[in-house]
């Protein structure tokens, strides 16, 4: 089935830029996914990617794809304290487009 | 309107209590998900209604009930919870159940606690 995984913490400092890495296995996956998650809250939908894309940048948020290898990296800029939350990739594949496959969630801290 | 409401925020009952779980949208999507969250895991899917009918259960025990009373509104009935139960219960919705782009919209969700 499929697997999404990434690594569960990366801390940062005020100001620098964040890296959160994500690799899948489902070869057929269409869309991929950034939802972050501030503690007791939902998930929110940050930005998504079509597998036919390699980049694309949405203000301090840069999304890069390497399809062949099925990583994905969501880049942050200019890292500010209000960032430290849950960050989970997610794909969704023309098989299943109902449901999304959640990797473990990064949990983003910003030091100030 | 871009938002899902949930309610109630933070609900706690008995094992042999009945409550429900409300869920509301009014983008006019026809894909609602229940989700069930424990504390720094993922979101695992528990129930798809697609066009207000069932479409996926992901071998829910029966002590979970979803029901949809039409395109905006989804609850979630508990009865005979167990207090493994206890989670962040998270409601979304999506605007095409049968394609790619599968954008879900999550609520804020409700905070379960089962004594």
């Known amino acids: 089935g499929e697997d999404v995984e990434q690594s569960l913490f990366l801390s940062v400092r005020e100001g620098d830029s964040s890296v959160i890495n994500c690799t899948y296995t489902?070869?057929?996956?269409?869309?991929l996914y950034w939802y972050k998650q501030e503690p007791g809250a939902g998930l929110q939908l940050l930005t998504y990617?079509?597998?036919?894309?390699d980049m694309k940048q949405d203000q301090r948020l840069t999304v890069l794809l390497n399809k062949k290898d099925k990583h994905l990296s969501l880049r942050i800029a200019d890292t500010q304290t209000g960032d430290s939350a849950i960050y989970f990739c997610?794909?969704?594949?023309?098989?299943?487009?109902?449901?999304?496959?959640f990797g473990s969630g990064t949990q983003l801290t910003v030091l100030p | 309107d871009t938002e899902v409401t949930q309610t109630p925020k933070h609900l706690v009952m008995g094992m042999t209590n009945k409550k429900s779980l409300k869920c509301e949208q009014h983008?006019?999507?026809?894909?609602m998900y229940w989700y069930k969250q424990k504390a720094k895991k993922p979101p695992e899917l528990m129930f798809v209604?697609?066009?207000?009918?069932?479409?996926i259960n992901e071998s829910v025990p029966s002590r979970f009930s979803p029901e949809c009373p039409n395109s905006s509104l989804l609850n979630l009935h508990l009865h005979a919870l167990q207090p493994e139960d206890s989670a962040l219960y998270l409601c979304?919705?999506?605007?095409?159940?049968?394609?790619?782009?599968?954008?879900?919209?999550f609520g804020p969700g409700t905070r379960l606690t089962v004594l």
């Open positions: 990617i079509f597998s036919n894309m």
């Open positions: 979304a919705s999506s605007q095409v159940p049968l394609a790619g782009g599968n954008e879900q919209f």
């Open positions: 997610a794909e969704s594949s023309s098989g299943s487009a109902r449901q999304l496959t």
């Open positions: 489902d070869s057929s996956s269409t869309y």
């Open positions: 209604y697609s066009y207000e009918k069932l479409s």
């Open positions: 983008m006019g999507h026809r894909a």
